[in-house]
């Protein structure tokens, strides 16, 4: 009998445990140790949703959503990728659907039904569950590992630590820590950006479809991305700027250093192709105020906003624009500045950073330097972009720690 401890009760640490059970040709004694509720963490994911993969077929394509481990997951999602993921899930009874950009959600909708599917499969392989179970230390003899709860210490062959990521504090790897592991700095990644305007209120709840964004930092370019953002009270937030501050999580802006933003409100435009469309629009339309010919680019909002900001006089006909202020009105839609001054925590936030790769097997999960001793889940210097990908490295890696203990 292998006794195997599972520290952290999450996505990661749960799917070790079952992939443990359902495949150990020998038998096991698996526990999981969680000092909360198991899979608690699951239950606000994708606005209760649970956005728990993206149905991206090519392993390398899916990997380069992760601004840090795309070359880890190579290795492990060339084991358990997106599609083998969907095929275990529905293969063990839950139903998914794929939405049109590729995230995959339960067909209820509702992160509950995930839940109840894992509680299923823990009950049906006898794994034992120590809720309100707080790990204080693990320590490795020779042969055994002793994991220490508040009460009691007891004996394992084998242990998978998957407990999750926090960037405000260290303590959660300290279990990691004192069995020699490294950490890699630490950052929240995944979250809305507040900008310096606080005009910007003025248009809360307009959201743009597919910009372009091209982000600056310490007058270097930093990142470029396009997709949809909405604009917040205090700035911007939406895909589009998740992927942005994902990219850029390591990145110290504040209010004297900002992140620049260059948007592009027109994707497939530049100045050349919106330069001759406004020269037509004005000859067409000589009488009509500037400002209602612009709002047939961007919301009538932002049109607005953008004016205001620019100085810009909205009544002023078509027929006397000056070419300076055409410049100045194409610019400010296809290149609009924008300071971002601070982060806004108040969306899925990861943590950026964790157990250094480089003492991880990306075959196995095993580390390097503590034999037995496995990881998954974002406890790892491991994070992806939104749309399921972090659920997907949490399958993805507990799949290979359970496969391999
Ligand atoms: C609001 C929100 C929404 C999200 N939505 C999505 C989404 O839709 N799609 C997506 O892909 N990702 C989403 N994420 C990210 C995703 O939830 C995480 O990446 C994922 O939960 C990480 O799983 P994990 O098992 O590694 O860690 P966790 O889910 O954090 O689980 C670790 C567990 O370990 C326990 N633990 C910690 N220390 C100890 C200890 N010493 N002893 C015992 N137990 C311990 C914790 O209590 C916890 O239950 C979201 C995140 C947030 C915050």
Redesign the pocket.
Known sequence: MVNIAI???????VMAAIVAAENSKQQVNITI????Q?L???L???NG????ANNTKNFKELASNYPRGEKFLYSIFSQFDATKTIKWFTGHGLKLYTQKDNRVFPITDDAHTVRDFFIKLLNKYKIKIKEN????KIEKNTNKFKIHTHNEVLNFDKVVI????NHKSQS?YN?AKNLGHNITRLKPSLFALSLSDSNISKIAGVSIESASIGTYFDNKKVYSTQGDFIYTHKGVSGPAIFKTTGACAFLDFNRENPLILKINFLKNKNFDSLNDEIIELVKDNPKKNIINLIRQFVPAGVADYLFEKNSLNPDKKAAELSKKERNRIINMLVKSEFSAVAPVFD????TAGGIDLKQVSSKTMESKICSRLYF????LDID?F?G???????WSTGYVAGMNL
């Not at 949703?49 to 728990?52: G, I, K, M, T």
């Not at 399921?388 to 949490?394: D, K, R, V």
């Open positions: 520290v952290g009760g999450g996505p990661a640490g140790f969680e000092k909360g198991v608690k963490t699951i606000c994911t994708g949703r649970c956005n728990l179970c707080h790990i204080e998957a407990a999750g990521g959660v279990l969306s899925e936030i990861v998954c889940g974002e406890m992806g939104t399921g990908f972090n659920l997907q490295a949490c």
